[in-house]
């Protein structure tokens, strides 16, 4: 009796840690080929049918396509059926350029930027005047860019390596659902004018609240840019760094 209550135990386990459901557009059209990710950064596309089934579940899922609005969402059931929009790709995508030298020549003369690139497969310009602190363990480096203000220092931190943000999505998305909008990142080819695979399944994800914090992460599995609960000019200022994203 107790090996059968333990096996359907183990089988409630299972299925309890699976999700499918059906993805289509306002039009109840079946969409194939959306990526479906959990938090954990394991992602799955949707079929011919739209139908998807998708395990390894942390505690968000998202759901991101081609001419699509993205969507986040709290896993609250083990069936979740989705209906995605329409929109233009500006809204939904940021195609980020290769990284530039340094030292460029514009026009005759060489042209030196004051500053340094932070990073590893993405990068954001710091310029000299910002204060960088950086921390290198065994598995990781972290980069601390801090500004000043009335609520003290606000931080923008940068981070990397193989298991960096493997836990999952930052727990601020949950927690800020209701002005949550989040967009795909593509890095373009050095060589060529189309996405660089090394860039797949990064997200740029914002949130807002109604007392004036702002949240910003920028990343996947292994590398982050983010800051959180900031002040709006220390969120304009690191946004004006993270403008400057470039794939190395």
């Known amino acids: 009796m107790n090996a059968v209550l333990n096996l359907l135990f183990l089988i ?3 299925s309890s840690n699976e999700i499918t459901g059906q993805i289509t557009d306002t039009a109840a059209q079946p969409l194939a080929n959306i990526n479906v990710c959990t938090a954990s950064w394991h992602c799955v596309t949707s ?10 579940l942390h505690n968000m899922i998202r759901f991101s396509g081609p001419g699509l609005n993205s969507i986040i969402l709290p896993i609250n059931s083990s069936n979740m059926n989705i209906v995605m929009q329409h929109a233009s790709v500006s809204d939904i995508e ?23 690139y932070i990073g590893d497969r993405l990068k954001v310009f710091v310029p000299e005047d910002m204060a960088i602190e950086i921390n290198i363990g065994t598995d990781y ?6 500004h000043s203000s009335k609520s003290g220092k606000e931080l923008l931190v940068i981070g990397h390596g193989p298991t960096w943000s493997i836990s999952g999505f930052p727990a601020w998305i949950k927690k800020e659902q209701t002005n949550v909008t989040d967009r795909d ?3 373009m080819s050095k060589t060529k004018d189309e996405p660089n695979s090394m860039c797949r399944n990064v997200i740029d994800v914002r949130s807002y609240s109604e007392d004036g914090k702002y949240w910003r992460f920028i990343g996947d599995a292994f590398e982050t840019i983010e800051y959180q609960a900031v002040s709006e000019d220390a969120a304009k200022i690191f946004d004006r760094i993270i403008d ?3 794939s190395n």
Do not use: F
Not at 47 to 56: E, F, Q, R
Not at 141 to 146: Q, V
């Open 94 to 116: 940021w195609a980020i350029p290769a990284c530039s030298p340094l030292v460029e020549k514009i026009g005759p003369p060489l042209v030196e930027k004051k500053g340094q």
């Open 141 to 146: 480096s972290m980069a601390i860019i801090s």
């Open 12 to 14: 409630m386990q299972l």
């Open 185 to 187: 990142v593509n890095c």
């Open 47 to 56: 079929d011919s049918h739209g139908l998807y089934h998708i395990s390894n």
């Open 244 to 246: 400057t994203l470039c």
